[in-house]
């Protein structure tokens, strides 16, 4: 057990200085059992090769990392790039990795791809889900872009944060198209349709104002 400890320790501090290398500012890990049952962007009978992964390397983008005026493609790459570095890193130590793209849409009725990266995300610590459903990180606000990468390398998980919005709502109260309703939850709602509705989001096409209005953000 302690040799599996240090392990565990060793490999983290080797790969998260890796990360940070890489230029990203936002990164944890997700321990994939504190989130058996999630919802996949797949048959559940298709799922039975996520089982080899054990954790997943969650990277976020903030809101002007690359560039103030950078569209949120061109932030996904950025984190594309960075994945694929990631995934050739731990594969070079002989262990699997898969990444969970940003713009990955297995389902595209319902709007979900294989894994939510939003849940990831909380579940690595990066942040909690705000009042717009985005992460909010407590170092820089909403995060713009998401992305992961599941391993089986043994590494430390980090632990969920609690949700710190309160009573504010200025994400649903300046929404410009009134797609948010301002549903009470601590760690998230019981259905996204509850507080979002995706037909009147104008998210797709380059609407951040959820982000810009958000006290958490970094100025």
Same mark, same amino acid.
């Given at each position: 057990m302690k040799e599996l400890q240090s392990l565990k320790?060793?490999?983290t501090k080797v790969l998260m200085r890796y990360i940070q290398? %890489?230029? /990203?500012? %936002?990164a944890g890990v997700a321990d994939l059992k504190r989130i058996e049952g999630m919802p996949l962007g797949i048959p559940e009978g298709s799922a039975n090769?996520?089982?080899?992964?054990?954790y997943a390397v969650v990277l976020g983008a903030q809101l002007g990392k690359i560039g103030h005026k950078a569209s949120g493609d061109k932030v996904s790459l950025f984190l594309e790039k960075a994945a694929l570095d990631v995934v050739e890193f731990i594969q070079g130590k002989r262990y699997f990795a898969l990444i969970i793209h940003t713009e990955d849409e297995f389902d595209p009725a319902k709007r979900i791809g294989l894994m939510s990266l939003k849940v990831l995300a909380k579940a690595a610590g990066l942040g909690w889900q705000g009042r717009?459903? %985005? +992460? +909010?990180s407590p170092e820089y606000g909403p995060i713009h872009r998401l992305i992961a990468v599941l391993t089986d390398m043994p590494i430390m998980a980090d632990k969920p944060l609690s949700n710190e919005c309160g009573d504010c709502s200025e994400c649903v109260d300046k929404c410009p198209k009134g797609s948010l309703t301002l549903i009470p939850f601590k760690d998230h709602p019981e259905e996204r349709e509850d507080v979002l509705n995706i037909i009147t989001c104008l998210g797709d096409d380059g609407c951040m104002v959820c982000i810009n209005v958000?006290?958490? /953000?970094k100025k």
């Open positions: 320790e060793k490999n290398n %890489l230029g /990203i500012d %936002l090769f996520l089982n080899k992964y054990k717009s459903l %985005l +992460v +909010v958000c006290p958490w /953000i």
